[in-house]
């Protein structure tokens, strides 16, 4: 008899959704989905809006990582002004984004996954969580949340708030750092590198050892990457052109500009969740796969542009040898990328410019459309505005990193869950590596589920020989 | 000068006639809750904020517009005028959009400190989103009509100080809305002088300067009255 099991809600994620698991007659796992059941509406009541507003309303999208809707929206805003923002502005708003990183990143493997790898997948399911974690390694529990407070004090010092602070705005930001703040940061840069250097050594021994197996099993497939990189192909979070590279390193697509994106970039729907499945137009869907966010970031780059971070990546790269394609190592990639950001906020800390006050464009609309794009933490975001004349908006389309994970988190799924279920004797610890494959690309639901209007719907109905019996369009 | 005396929350008060409720209360240091009023320029009651008891009256009777009179006997503060109060702030709130966290005026907005002064929570009342425009096509402000409240300040500044008349009220009850010349975009209407009256006398966001973004709006409202003062007394002090 077929059997579904289904794991509602999936948990220690940012967001709603369930993963259905499909077994056949035999008890094997013929399929597996990850369905996002939440709903938002964002570029639907956007519209009407002044665009100097977006950074403020798209911010709201969500509060797990508040800068990046903020930083896209105003680089989208830059454009319409059609101004170059001020050296002072460009580099604060790299800080801020760095100091987000950090703090995301920190939250999804400290608080979220880590758990699972310091007290096992099969541990009790009531104390594998981040309470759990401090009971059994307080130590390391509160080095990981002091390393967040970190990232998130810094959007505080930046933006005199840690959430969705105003102060990322069209054509620049509105204030400079203080030299108070800038002292504070300075002085705890320290403890956050040590953290770091502690981080990477538990879980560089821990994938020679307990972690080795997932590697091969928790996404781990070839698909493309896409992220932004900077002039020399080096690692960028905010500025940059676009890359997509294949899991054998080739550099597929080179110095794409966001403001094509429609051109390389389709988006797909599905009837049985409410996120958009993008894909990467030339291969068309569902060939079209690619993964963005941390590990997509080390894998279009060719080096990382500071010390310690690099040495680390070219250590990713000869223990995968080659190109990293598990998506296991996605955690891993998220702690190479905390390091990068610690010692760029450390050279930007330095710099005399992110205490100028000139730190503000100001300029009327000038241009009706325009694309921004950035880095979030958990991929490439864009955001596409169509301003009438004076600047209210007639089109808004957002393209979220987790929807581009989509593909590739469906496809992990369903490697995990074929891997692991054999039979209707599914103890706990083998769902819990199911979700855990979702954690891996630590999707954002309420940033990835903000469309609107109604979906499609394409039913299909598919014999077991592959026979497309019946479909219905609605 | 004639002189009345009256009882302003049992306080003894003696006062010049012709000022009204609103100004006494004021000059023997007692707050009423105002919205639509704003010193320099005429009031017309629209807000209903100031309603004040008068012994004798089975009506509540608006403090910027009533005149002073003997032996009146006034209560500004009751339970039933706080429950007033707090009625009409929840049914400003419900009647448009007022989205506090992305408004220009946020953390600098009369009706959210008047909220915050009645101690509304929520509105008991069913929001009714209205589908209200935002006109940006002026060259230096913009009016989203979902944040406005009727107070008709940005229309007796204009009026009363500026001499423009560039605004007013059309239509009537809950269709009521701030037109600019003759139902014109803002943009469009030749007798606006771009002061920015408007801007510093408009309580919330509903007038702003284009380009402002979360919590950005600041007024000048001081010079407003000054600029009436140095009109009618020539005193240029502030």
């Known amino acids: 008899?077929?059997?579904?099991?289904?794991?509602?809600?999936?948990?220690?994620?940012?967001?709603?959704?369930?993963?259905?698991?499909?077994?056949?007659?035999?008890?094997?796992?013929?399929?597996?989905?990850?369905?996002?059941?939440?709903?938002?509406?964002?570029?639907?009541?956007?519209?009407?809006?002044?665009?100097?507003?977006?950074?403020?309303?798209?911010?709201?999208?969500?509060?797990?990582?508040?800068?990046?809707?903020?930083?896209?929206?105003?680089?989208?805003?830059?454009?319409?002004?059609?101004?170059?923002?001020?050296?002072?502005?460009?580099?604060?708003?790299?800080?801020?984004?760095?100091?987000?990183?950090?703090?995301?990143?920190?939250?999804?493997?400290?608080?979220?996954?880590?758990?699972?790898?310091?007290?096992?997948?099969?541990?009790?399911?009531?104390?594998?969580?981040?309470?759990?974690?401090?009971?059994?390694?307080?130590?390391?529990?509160?080095?990981?949340?002091?390393?967040?407070?970190?990232?998130?004090?810094?959007?505080?010092?930046?933006?005199?708030?840690?959430?969705?602070?105003?102060?990322?705005?069209?054509?620049?930001?509105?204030?400079?750092?203080?030299?108070?703040?800038?002292?504070?940061?300075?002085?705890?840069?320290?403890?956050?590198?040590?953290?770091?250097?502690?981080?990477?050594?538990?879980?560089?021994?821990?994938?020679?050892?307990?972690?080795?197996?997932?590697?091969?099993?928790?996404?781990?497939?070839?698909?493309?990457?896409?992220?932004?990189?900077?002039?020399?192909?080096?690692?960028?979070?905010?500025?940059?052109?676009?890359?997509?590279?294949?899991?054998?390193?080739?550099?597929?697509?080179?110095?794409?500009?966001?403001?094509d994106y429609h051109q390389f970039l389709g988006e797909a729907v599905e009837p049985w969740s409410y996120l958009k499945f993008p894909y990467y137009r030339p291969l068309g869907y569902p060939a079209g796969i690619y993964r963005v966010g941390p590990l997509a970031r080390l894998n279009v780059c060719s080096h990382i542009d500071t010390e310690a971070a690099n040495r680390e990546l070219q250590e990713l790269r000869d223990r995968a040898g080659g190109v990293p394609t598990s998506s296991f190592l996605y955690h891993y990639a998220r702690l190479i990328e905390i390091l990068a950001c610690l010692e760029k906020i450390q050279e930007l800390v330095d710099d005399p410019d992110v205490l100028s006050d000139r730190c503000r464009a100001h300029a009327g609309v000038n241009q009706l459309n325009a694309v921004g794009v950035s880095e979030a933490p958990r991929g490439t975001l864009f955001h596409h505005y169509q301003v009438d004349e004076n600047g209210l908006l007639e089109k808004v389309n957002l393209i979220i990193a987790t929807g581009q994970n989509n593909l590739a988190m469906n496809k992990t799924v369903a490697q995990i869950a074929k891997h692991y279920i054999h039979g209707s004797d599914i103890p706990e610890g083998l769902l819990n590596r199911v979700e855990a494959g979702i954690r891996c690309y630590d999707p954002c639901l309420s940033c990835s589920t903000h469309a609107a209007g109604q979906m499609p719907l394409h039913l299909e109905l598919v014999a077991a020989d592959g026979r497309l019996l019946d479909e219905v369009y609605r | 000068m004639s002189v009345k005396t009256l009882k302003i929350d049992g306080k003894d008060i003696a006062i010049e006639s012709g000022t009204t409720v609103l100004q006494a209360a004021k000059e023997n240091g007692v707050a009423i809750p105002t919205l639509c009023h704003l010193d320099g320029v005429s009031d017309v009651g629209a807000c209903r904020l100031c309603l004040v008891e008068v012994a004798g009256s089975n009506k509540l009777l608006p403090a910027c517009v009533t005149e002073v009179a003997e032996g009146m006997d006034i209560q500004t503060n009751t339970p039933k005028l706080q429950q007033y109060r707090k009625m009409t702030v929840e049914l400003l709130f419900a009647e448009g959009n007022h989205v506090c966290a992305v408004c220009v005026a946020n953390g600098n907005c009369e009706l959210q400190d008047m909220a915050v002064l009645v101690g509304m929570d929520h509105s008991r009342f069913p929001y009714q989103f209205p589908d209200r425009p935002v006109d940006v096509s002026h060259e230096q402000f913009g009016i989203d009509h979902n944040r406005c409240i009727l107070c008709t300040r940005c229309v007796r500044v204009c009026d009363e100080i500026e001499g423009a008349h560039v605004w007013d009220v059309a239509q009537r009850g809950e269709n009521c809305f701030i037109v600019s010349g003759l139902n014109q975009p803002w943009g469009e209407v030749d007798a606006c002088t771009s002061c920015g009256k408007c801007v510093d006398a408009c309580p919330t966001g509903a007038i702003f300067r284009k380009g402002s973004t979360t919590g950005e709006k600041e007024r000048d409202r001081a010079k407003l009255e000054f600029l009436v003062t140095a009109r009618e007394q020539h005193q240029w002090t502030r």
């Not at chain 1, 220690?12 to 094997?28: C, Q, V």
């Not at chain 1, 923002?85 to 703090?103: C, G, S, V």
């Not at chain 1, 990189?229 to 550099?251: A, C, M, N």
């Open chain 1, 1 to 259: 008899m077929t059997r579904t099991v289904v794991i509602d809600p999936v948990t220690r994620i940012e967001g709603h959704a369930k993963i259905s698991i499909y077994l056949d007659d035999g008890g094997e796992v013929s399929d597996a989905r990850f369905h996002v059941v939440e709903y938002r509406g964002f570029e639907k009541f956007c519209e009407g809006r002044p665009f100097t507003e977006m950074a403020g309303i798209t911010a709201r999208i969500c509060g797990i990582c508040p800068v990046s809707h903020l930083l896209a929206a105003a680089k989208t805003g830059d454009k319409i002004l059609a101004v170059k923002i001020p050296p002072a502005a460009d580099k604060l708003r790299r800080m801020m984004n760095l100091a987000q990183l950090t703090q995301s990143h920190a939250l999804s493997f400290f608080h979220l996954s880590s758990p699972d790898f310091l007290l096992g997948w099969d541990s009790d399911p009531a104390t594998r969580n981040v309470f759990g974690l401090i009971a059994a390694n307080p130590d390391l529990a509160r080095a990981g949340i002091r390393l967040r407070q970190f990232g998130q004090t810094v959007l505080e010092k930046l933006g005199g708030r840690k959430i969705h602070a105003a102060w990322t705005v069209p054509g620049g930001v509105r204030s400079p750092l203080s030299e108070e703040d800038r002292q504070w940061i300075v002085d705890r840069l320290p403890e956050a590198f040590d953290t770091l250097s502690l981080a990477l050594g538990l879980f560089k021994g821990m994938l020679d050892d307990q972690l080795k197996a997932e590697i091969g099993i928790f996404g781990e497939f070839p698909t493309l990457y896409m992220g932004l990189v900077g002039p020399h192909g080096e690692w960028e979070h905010y500025d940059g052109k676009l890359r997509f590279t294949d899991s054998q390193g080739t550099i597929v697509a080179d110095g794409l500009s966001e403001d």
